[in-house]
């Protein structure tokens, strides 16, 4: 009788001891337990996964803000390509111009605004956070950007690249860090200036701190191509320092992507929704996709998209997805 209860404690304390181990290598190697359907009653692991989308830049200003008051309808510009941005577990953007309160209805000229409530668009699209850090966020002065941040944060959406200051954000249980930057000269009050200095400090702040480090830039230069020297430098520090991800903006061209010790870089994703419709190239820009598992970020889709009526991007054509990509 004696040896019949030892020998039970012991299956028990075995049983004990094998969940134990099965819930530590859970988190250990982040999967998730599920049935299996073959077999209705088995527990299999699967890798736990989590997908972002990141898009070009995207301005809710001059031209398309007055489109947007003409029709009364924030959800415009999305329209065509909505579906498509909510289709992640995190969307990000750039967002070029502040969206304040009472923003003037102009069309030309380089000091960029828009209405509060174009942020309806952005709600609509699901984007969930946007980096403002970026050569037109203080057009409107340090109050505009202030408003927009509060707007933005009011309707959910995480606003980042502030000065001196990381965002962190919680998805499937995983601590992300966001941490945007602007370089064209370096001296952008209230944002996050990208020397390499700076990039270093707060991705290697950001990385001891969360479990992955998203990094979005500002760089470089308008209408070309090939990327700088010193954006292929900030991107490298970047990783260097640890970042997961490096996503870029700015030159309104689509410009080549790269990888660097395994992490991609995305030198710019052209226009997603801007007025620049006096050249093919600055209606055109690409929306990535990727997954994150086994500790990086993989990119599983690319869309290209072209801006029709000055305002509303579609998606490309198979023909001119062709043309578009004999360039690179």
Known sequence: MKKLIILACLVIISIGLILYARQIKSKLFDTIQVIDSSSGNEIVERPQTFTLISTGDIGLVRYINFQIQQRHDPNYPFSKIADYLKNADLTLTNLEGPLIKSCPIVLTGFKFCGLDINVGGLIFAGIDAANLANNHATNFGLNGLDE????????????????????????????????????????????????????????????????????????????????????????????????????????????????????????????????????????????????????????????????????QPRFATDEEITKIGARF
């Not at 992300?176 to 064209?184: K, N, Q, R």
Request: proline share 2%; aromatic share 12%; charged share 25%.
């Open 148 to 311: 927009t941040t509060g707007v933005l944060k009011s309707n959910d959406i995480t606003p980042f690249g502030l000065d001196d200051k990381i965002e962190y954000i919680y998805i499937k249980d995983k601590k992300i860090a966001l941490v945007g930057f602007v370089e064209l000269g370096n001296n952008w009050a209230g944002l996050n200036n990208a020397t390499t200095q700076t990039v270093a400090k707060l991705v290697s702040e950001a990385k001891s701190n969360a479990d992955i480090v998203i990094t979005s830039f500002h760089w470089g230069v308008e209408y070309t191509k090939k990327p700088t020297e010193n954006q292929i430098q900030l991107a490298h520090t970047a990783i260097d320092s640890g970042a997961d991800l490096v996503l870029g903006n700015h030159p309104h061209w689509i410009q080549d992507s790269e990888i660097y010790k395994d992490v991609f870089i995305s030198y710019a994703q052209g226009n997603t929704i801007f007025d620049q419709n006096w050249s093919q190239k600055t209606k055109e820009g690409i929306i990535y996709k990727f997954e994150y598992q086994d500790n990086k970020f993989k990119k599983i889709d690319e869309k290209y998209t072209i801006i029709e009526q000055n305002a």
